[in-house]
């Protein structure tokens, strides 16, 4: 076999099979094959069969997961998308060339279809009788024996094929993944929002904070960047006048890769002209609440060692009080130097960096607070200094109507009351500019055509950003967004198969 940085792992004795069938003229990758019904299909309608086999014979086909030899006879598993089913196959019945093309040259991974008639075994087991098979595609890579446990869970990532085939697990998760967004999909399309696609290669990113990845257009001789959010373009739709407007989106941001955060990840994002910031929050609480509750059939859920309760109202906190009760600290009684001693004591990340009290909230909440909101509860009420697009509170000096959700210490909810004042905007975007050529690689580009956009006149419109793979976390009892994740991000293997380090020196170093 050869080594995981090599190109294939083909198994030698596997192509020597391709190639004696071959010899003896045997198709081993024909085009179609006329598979008439599923294994679940099977199982259902066969559900109280006894052991005299069937009238109607069945056609189906798969992949072949374990073969026994029983001398004149065989029995293997048989596994599609809906399930598995024994088969067995006996030589008086099939003949001897058919069963010993079977016995020698069909193994656990081959792709084969069947027909024969279905039975009861002694031991209860609903099985084909196997009249006739067709080779339908011969495996020249070996499945493993064992695919389960932290001690393949980077093989599991980077082979995700091969961890669908033998893990019914992981193919459970992404069925319900698939279906979480056909129901996110199905609520919004029923409250009469309209889908859309926006760029994902964008000549200006903006939406959120944070670093992107960067690209260069040859045709066009400039830099281009793929989208962080979809936000300020959707935006532009609502200026447009498509009212209620949504995009189930994958954004890229340039950041560390951890058990909740992924370079390529997925979210919907929805915007509803004449509704602000409370509205988005009873929007995304039954959003999530009806999904959990069709998926599950109730509110209550497990993650990890503990029990998540969905049922709403969900709480709520505005982050000055989610620091007190949680942190015990009122922020707005300690003067700036006071509250840089005690982010001093609680060792909090770069207590030098916050300049006002309301800098130092973030600091505390984020540091503190976020990690700690285990059931669902919208934070409101951020300040303006993080919150560059959205509106400034009704009657909060230096705050926004800005909200966003946490569940199991996580993120997943992000939203606004949307800025509409395009002055404002314009003040907004500079700081952010001088924020980032001051080196926050995190800050937000000068966008001004949205500025004009929003010129020309937007509605009183509320938004909000749910993450999409964190939401599917949740509702799979999955604590790593790698395993709700198909095709994760991960380093390269070096040569010999272990990962590339910081250390690990580059081309050209």
């Given at each position: 076999?050869?080594?995981?940085?090599?190109?294939?792992?083909?198994?030698?004795?596997?192509?020597?099979?391709?190639?004696?069938?071959?010899?003896?003229?045997?198709?081993?990758?024909?085009?179609?094959?006329?598979?008439?019904?599923?294994?679940?299909?099977?199982?259902?309608?066969?559900?109280?069969?006894?052991?005299?086999?069937?009238?109607?014979?069945?056609?189906?086909?798969?992949?072949?997961?374990?073969?026994?030899?029983?001398?004149?006879?065989?029995?293997?598993?048989?596994?599609?998308?809906?399930?598995?089913i024994q088969l067995y196959i006996r030589k008086n019945d099939i003949g001897e060339a058919q069963f010993d093309l079977f016995n020698q040259f069909i193994e656990r991974g081959d792709i084969i279809g069947v027909t024969g008639h279905v039975f009861r075994t002694k031991l209860g087991?609903?099985?084909?009788?196997?009249?006739?098979?067709?080779?339908?595609?011969?495996?020249?890579?070996s499945l493993p024996e064992k695919f389960h446990g932290l001690t393949d869970v980077e093989k599991r990532y980077r082979q995700r094929y091969v961890d669908l085939i033998v893990n019914e697990e992981s193919r459970q998760t992404f069925r319900s993944r698939s279906r979480i967004v056909?129901?996110?999909?199905?609520?919004?399309?029923?409250?009469?929002?309209?889908?859309?696609?926006?760029?994902?290669?964008?000549?200006?990113?903006?939406?959120?904070?944070?670093?992107?990845?960067?690209?260069?257009?040859?045709?066009?001789?400039?830099?281009?960047?793929?989208?962080?959010?979809?936000?300020?373009?959707?935006?532009?739709?609502?200026?447009?006048?498509?009212?209620?407007?949504?995009?189930?989106?994958?954004?890229?941001?340039?950041?560390?890769?951890?058990?909740?955060?992924?370079?390529?990840?997925?979210?919907?994002?929805?915007?509803?002209?004449?509704?602000?910031?409370?509205?988005?929050?009873?929007?995304?609480?039954?959003?999530?609440?009806?999904?959990?509750?069709?998926?599950?059939?109730k509110y209550e859920i497990p993650f990890g060692e503990i029990t998540l309760d969905f049922k709403p109202p969900w709480k709520k906190l505005s982050m000055a009080d989610a620091v007190f009760e949680i942190a015990g600290i009122d922020i707005f009684t300690h003067p700036v130097e006071?509250?840089?001693?005690?982010?001093?004591?609680?060792?909090?990340?770069?207590?030098?960096?916050?300049?006002?009290?309301?800098?130092?909230?973030?600091?505390?909440?984020?540091?503190?607070?976020?990690?700690?909101?285990?059931?669902?509860?919208?934070?409101?009420?951020?300040?303006?200094?993080?919150?560059?697009?959205?509106?400034?509170?009704?009657?909060?000096?230096?705050?926004?109507?800005?909200?966003?959700?946490?569940?199991?210490?996580?993120?997943?909810?992000?939203?606004?009351?949307?800025?509409?004042?395009?002055?404002?905007?314009?003040?907004?975007?500079?700081?952010?500019?001088?924020?980032?050529?001051?080196?926050?690689?995190?800050?937000?580009?000068?966008?001004?055509?949205?500025?004009?956009?929003?010129?020309?006149?937007?509605?009183?419109?509320?938004?909000?950003?749910?993450?999409?793979?964190?939401?599917?976390?949740?509702?799979?009892?999955?604590?790593?967004?790698?395993?709700?994740?198909?095709?994760?991000?991960?380093?390269?293997?070096?040569?010999?198969?272990?990962?590339?380090?910081?250390?690990?020196?580059?081309?050209?170093?």
């Amino acid at each position: 076999m050869t080594s995981p940085t090599e190109n294939t792992t083909f198994d030698q004795t596997r192509l020597d099979k391709i190639r004696a069938l071959q010899e003896k003229g045997h198709i081993i990758f024909p085009t179609s094959f006329d598979r008439q019904h599923t294994v679940a299909e099977i199982k259902t309608k066969y559900a109280d069969i006894a052991h005299d086999k069937s009238a109607e014979p069945v056609t189906t086909a798969g992949r072949i997961y374990i073969v026994r030899n029983h001398g004149k006879t065989l029995f293997a598993d048989l596994g599609d998308e809906t399930g598995k089913i024994q088969l067995y196959i006996r030589k008086n019945d099939i003949g001897e060339a058919q069963f010993d093309l079977f016995n020698q040259f069909i193994e656990r991974g081959d792709i084969i279809g069947v027909t024969g008639h279905v039975f009861r075994t002694k031991l209860g087991e609903i099985t084909i009788w196997v009249d006739t098979f067709t080779l339908l595609c011969k495996a020249v890579c070996s499945l493993p024996e064992k695919f389960h446990g932290l001690t393949d869970v980077e093989k599991r990532y980077r082979q995700r094929y091969v961890d669908l085939i033998v893990n019914e697990e992981s193919r459970q998760t992404f069925r319900s993944r698939s279906r979480i967004v056909s129901l996110i999909r199905r609520y919004l399309d029923d409250h009469g929002f309209l889908e859309f696609e926006t760029p994902i290669l964008q000549p200006i990113y903006g939406g959120a904070n944070a670093r992107p990845f960067t690209s260069y257009h040859h045709f066009l001789d400039q830099n281009l960047f793929l989208r962080i959010a979809p936000e300020l373009y959707l935006k532009r739709l609502v200026v447009g006048g498509f009212e209620k407007v949504f995009e189930i989106a994958r954004n890229f941001r340039n950041e560390a890769v951890d058990a909740d955060h992924n370079p390529e990840f997925s979210m919907v994002e929805i915007y509803w002209a004449y509704r602000d910031f409370k509205d988005m929050m009873a929007l995304t609480e039954d959003i999530v609440s009806s999904i959990i509750l069709e998926l599950h059939g109730k509110y209550e859920i497990p993650f990890g060692e503990i029990t998540l309760d969905f049922k709403p109202p969900w709480k709520k906190l505005s982050m000055a009080d989610a620091v007190f009760e949680i942190a015990g600290i009122d922020i707005f009684t300690h003067p700036v130097e006071e509250l840089r001693v005690l982010a001093r004591q609680h060792q909090l990340e770069d207590p030098d960096k916050p300049q006002s009290q309301r800098e130092f909230l973030i600091a505390f909440f984020e540091g503190l607070v976020e990690e700690k909101l285990i059931q669902p509860t919208f934070i409101y009420d951020y300040p303006v200094e993080n919150s560059p697009l959205a509106k400034r509170h009704r009657s909060k000096e230096g705050f926004t109507e800005r909200f966003e959700l946490f569940i199991a210490g996580m993120e997943v909810g992000n939203g606004f009351s949307e800025l509409n004042d395009p002055v404002d905007q314009k003040e907004r975007f500079e700081a952010q500019d001088e924020k980032r050529r001051l080196g926050d690689v995190e800050a937000q580009m000068i966008d001004y055509d949205f500025i004009n956009a929003i010129g020309y006149g937007m509605p009183p419109t509320g938004g909000v950003g749910i993450g999409i793979d964190r939401l599917v976390m949740l509702l799979t009892n999955n604590e790593s967004i790698k395993e709700v994740i198909l095709f994760p991000s991960m380093k390269k293997l070096q040569e010999g198969g272990g990962e590339e380090t910081d250390e690990t020196p580059k081309a050209g170093n």
